[in-house]
Structures are given as structure tokens and as C-alpha cells.
Nanobody, 120 residues
């Protein structure tokens, strides 16, 4: 079965840092793109960052320069390093995966999410 498990969320003060982890099973990890999304009750789900199977990366404008997505194929894991956190970064963060040949439309496998709360 395909499974993504996120961890690393928590409560942090504005200006602080967190590192989110996503461990995948049941997929050929090296040929999958990995992504992080976030969602709040009031806002639509937002694509935060993507790292392709070829390790190309893209970021939402709101997090450029502050967040870094990475992957470790040997560990079947993707990470989101979040620095200089702001209260508006507060959300539930979800990991997603999909075959790289399908692009963003193929990101159909989702984790359960990990909550990030940034206090002012």
C-alpha cells in the first residue's frame, strides 16, 4: 500500500524554524515528484514547494527565501526546512507524491498532515 507519513510540526515563535519530514512507502520513490501543501480552515489548499525526481525545485512566492524542500532517496524521505517563520505560515502541512512523468497533476498520494503553529 502507498503511504506518506508527515512529522515535525509543532508550535514555534515567529522568526523560528521547523523541519518537516515525509517518509514514503509503497512507491518507487526515486521516480516520484514530492511536494508540500498547506491548508487552513479559511483558505484553499496552497502549493508550498515541489521537488521533482530530478531535484528541480519550485516554491510559492510567499515562502521563497525562507523554505527549502529536499529529498533523500536512500531514506524514501522528503523534507521541508522552514526558517524565519511568520504567523501566516500557520497551517496543516501535507506531503504529496506522484510519478514525475505526470507533473503536478499526478500528485495524488497524500499524507495525513502535520500541524504548524507560529505564534507572534
Amino acid at each position: 500500500q502507498v503511504q506518506l507519513v508527515e512529522s515535525g510540526g509543532g508550535l514555534v515563535q515567529a522568526g523560528g524554524s521547523l523541519r518537516l519530514s515525509c517518509v514514503a512507502s509503497g512507491i518507487t520513490f526515486s521516480t516520484n515528484d514530492m511536494a508540500w501543501y498547506r491548508q487552513t480552515p479559511a483558505l484553499a489548499r496552497e502549493l508550498v514547494a515541489v521537488i521533482t525526481a530530478y531535484e528541480n525545485t519550485n516554491y510559492a512566492d510567499s515562502v521563497k527565501g525562507r523554505f527549502t524542500i529536499s529529498r533523500d532517496n536512500a531514506k524514501n524521505a522528503a523534507y521541508l526546512q522552514m526558517n524565519s517563520l511568520k504567523p501566516e505560515d500557520t497551517a496543516v502541512y501535507y506531503c504529496a507524491a506522484g510519478p514525475s512523468v505526470l507533473g503536478l497533476k499526478g500528485l495524488r498520494t497524500w499524507g495525513q498532515g502535520t500541524r504548524v503553529t507560529v505564534s507572534s
